[in-house]
Nanobody, 131 residues
Framework: QVQLVESGGGLVQAGGSLKLSCVAS????????VGWFRQAPGKERDFVAA????????YYADSVKGRFTISRENAKNTWYLQMNRLEPEDTAIYYC????????????????????????WGQGTQVTVSS
């Protein structure tokens, strides 16, 4: 049974940093797409960052580009979201996600920001940024 477990969320002041972790169990994901999404109260789940497979191109939402960094540690079957220069608008529940198999480039370049492209999800971790 595949499980994704996020951690690292919390309360931080604007301008601060947090690093989220997503630990996977049940299978490995070094050759699969992984990503981060977030959902603010009353809003839809939005794309944050993704990577098609380990070492491949990385995609970011415009709102986080230059501030957030997604990375992987395959030996630990873990991926991270380093969040710097946090803003109150970043307040949300953050979810990690993973796909079951590596899509071809042309497909992932169209679907990386679509939650339906991912098969596994974590339970979410709350990030709150105070002004």
């Amino acid at each position: 049974q595949v499980q994704l477990v996020e951690s690292g969320g919390g309360l931080v002041q604007a301008g601060g940093s947090l690093k989220l972790s997503c630990v996977a169990s049940g299978r490995t994901f070094s050759n699969s797409p992984v990503g981060w999404f977030r959902q603010a109260p009353g809003k839809e789940r939005d794309f944050v960052a993704a990577q098609r497979y380990s070492g491949a191109n990385i995609y970011y939402a415009d709102s986080v580009k230059g501030r957030f960094t997604i990375s992987r540690e395959n030996a630990k079957n873990t991926w991270y979201l380093q969040m710097n220069r946090l803003e109150p608008e970043d307040t949300a529940i953050y979810y990690c996600a993973a796909g079951s198999q590596r899509p071809i480039y042309s497909e992932f370049s169209r679907t990386y920001n679509d939650a339906r492209a991912y098969d596994y999800w974590g339970q979410g971790t709350q990030v709150t940024v105070s002004s």
